[in-house]
């Protein structure tokens, strides 16, 4: 078992502090053998633009505070009631390369939902975990992004990660295109939107056992 340091931040953590976090852990396990991060945290209402955003896709730019970010994908949103899920992953000792981690990191929130009996699911050429909410009898086809997944590697060190909604407000999306949302039929929900009373705390429970079917055991590390 590797030794990986569980976080959870029970007040919401301003984004530039997180990201400067990420940044000084990828290169501590690079250059000093640090531990892996799992951090799992809120922020306060803000969107982020990837290295594909397009100025379009930014519809509201005074609603929220706005930070480019060296992640991939396009804009995302974060606040309060969606549980973000950072990872630092050394995908070096791993003997990973970064197509399966992003396949894993897919996985670990496939499996996470599984837990609330939510069947997420997977779209080539969209990024994110989808929830197919189409109606009976032939109703017209409507899906909904329910968690996004941005990464970026550095010296075969990974992290940002993943963002889960478990009850953010979803009105909050309208200001942005959000990655993978842009065609008719597409939106976006959370799990309490799909009528589940989930807790923040379940979520995390439910991620916590995920990630140790996905990435394997590991031993809490104390942080440094």
């Excluded at 189409?134 to 550095?154: L, Q």
């Excluded at 009105?171 to 065609?183: A, R």
């Excluded at 976006?188 to 056992?209: F, I, N, Q």
């Amino acid at each position: 078992m590797r030794p990986v340091e569980w976080r959870i931040s029970s007040a919401p953590v301003a984004y530039e502090a997180a990201l400067a976090e990420m940044e000084a852990r990828a290169a501590a396990v690079r250059d000093e053998g640090a531990p892996e991060l799992v951090w799992l945290l809120e922020h306060p209402p803000l969107y982020t633009a990837g290295t594909s955003a397009k100025a379009e896709d930014l519809l509201a730019p005074e609603r929220f505070p706005v930070f480019k970010t060296g992640r991939g994908g396009q804009y995302t949103y974060h606040g309060p009631g969606q549980r973000v899920a950072y990872a630092v992953i050394d995908l070096k000792a791993r003997d990973i390369d970064v197509r399966c981690y992003v396949h894993m990191l897919e996985a670990w929130v496939i499996r996470a939902l599984a837990e609330f009996a939510v069947e997420g699911e997977r779209r080539a050429g969209r990024v994110g975990i989808w929830v197919d909410r189409s109606g009976s009898g032939g109703a017209p086809v409507k899906e909904d992004k329910i968690a996004a997944i941005g990464v970026r590697v550095r010296r075969w060190v990974a992290f940002h990660g993943l963002a889960l909604n478990v009850e953010p407000d979803l009105s909050h999306f309208e200001g942005i295109v959000p990655c993978g949302v842009g065609e008719e039929g597409l939106g976006v929900t959370s799990l309490v939107d799909l009528g589940l009373p989930v807790t923040m705390a379940d979520a995390d429970l439910a991620l916590e056992r995920a990630f140790t079917e996905v990435f394997g055991p590991f031993t809490r590390a104390p942080a440094p």
